[in-house]
């Protein structure tokens, strides 16, 4: 049985409760086997919506965008608000309530499947981080909607197929729209990003690049990689690489050429560097049938 609060739904608010035998469809089905929806919806200022669950079976996802709510996850307090989301795993113990002067606002899904804790790895959720703050991101509202759009289908297989889908699509762009740095670091990696791709024809040092962001090249190159999940020589590489592949792709200038123009004056080197990205060299890229 499916553990969704009992809270009276008004009318501008939303609440879908998968049926059993569709359930049990979506837990076979080869397309939705490994993650599936069990019930999913929108709040609207919840007004006295609350929830205590000892044993909690499923996994529950829920966005703020308004209000604030009071939670605690084994034991431990935290405040909700307009801009967090909120993982609730299988078999947390917690209990959370809206803040009756200002109730939340919410977009929530229970979900499950063998495919759960892996991408409750690759959101950035762990037993010690129940809430990530992203701030408003109409990407994941348009997300959250989608699933609401097999509404009004007559629980038809295809409708919940294709929102188990919407589900995967929504817990794999959360990373995307995770950003907590400041407005000065988003600054300074645009800096550092920009002046990558306006020098693609130099050769760019590790302590050219600390001494543009005023910081060590050790802290640089850490912070760097917090930030993007690669090393700063790494994505100047790619970068490169990736005009190397525009060139070989629309125009007939020689490896030794474009090599030349993205600051290496030895073509050899740079070709084993492309195959070790790309998988093939530069001659087999170029003839790869890619229509």
């Avoid at 804790?117 to 809430?131: I, R």
């Avoid at 995967?168 to 990558?196: C, F």
């Avoid at 020098?199 to 543009?212: P, V």
Wanted: hydrophobic share 35%; net charge positive; aromatic share 10%.
């Amino acid at each position: 049985m499916i553990q969704t609060s009992q809270w009276p739904v008004p009318k501008d608010s939303i609440r879908y409760v998968v049926p059993a035998s569709i359930i049990s469809l979506l837990s076979e089905h080869p397309l939705t086997r490994d993650l599936y929806p069990l019930a999913f919806g929108h709040y609207r200022r919840a007004t006295g919506h609350h929830m205590h669950r000892e044993n909690h079976r499923d996994n529950l996802l829920i966005y703020c965008t308004d209000g604030r709510a009071f939670l605690n996850v084994k034991g431990v307090p935290y405040t909700l608000e307009a801009g967090d989301l909120l993982l609730l795993p299988a078999g947390a113990s917690h209990r959370y309530t809206t803040d009756p002067d200002n109730p939340w606002t919410i977009h929530w899904v229970h979900y499950t499947g063998p495919l759960s804790n892996e991408f409750h790895k690759y959101m950035g959720f762990d037993d010690s981080t129940p809430v990530r703050h992203l701030g408003r991101q109409p990407r994941l509202l348009v997300d959250f909607n989608g699933l609401l759009s097999v509404r009004q289908t007559g629980f038809r297989a295809q409708g919940l197929i294709h929102a188990a889908n919407r589900l995967r699509q929504l817990l794999a762009a959360i990373p995307i729209s995770i950003d907590e740095t400041s407005h000065e670091r988003k600054s300074e990696l645009d800096t550092i990003n920009n002046y990558m791709h306006e020098h693609l024809d130099k050769r760019i040092t590790l302590e050219q690049l600390a001494d543009l962001a005023g910081l060590s090249p050790t802290h640089f190159a850490t912070r760097y990689k917090e930030q993007t999940g690669t090393s700063p020589i790494q994505h100047f590489l790619h970068l490169k690489v990736e005009r190397a592949c525009q060139m070989l792709d629309t125009t007939n200038l020689s490896f030794a050429e474009i090599s030349h123009r993205l600051g290496y004056d030895d073509a050899y080197y740079f070709s084993r560097l492309f195959k070790k990205v790309m998988g093939q060299s530069p001659r087999d890229y170029r003839h790869t049938p890619r229509h």
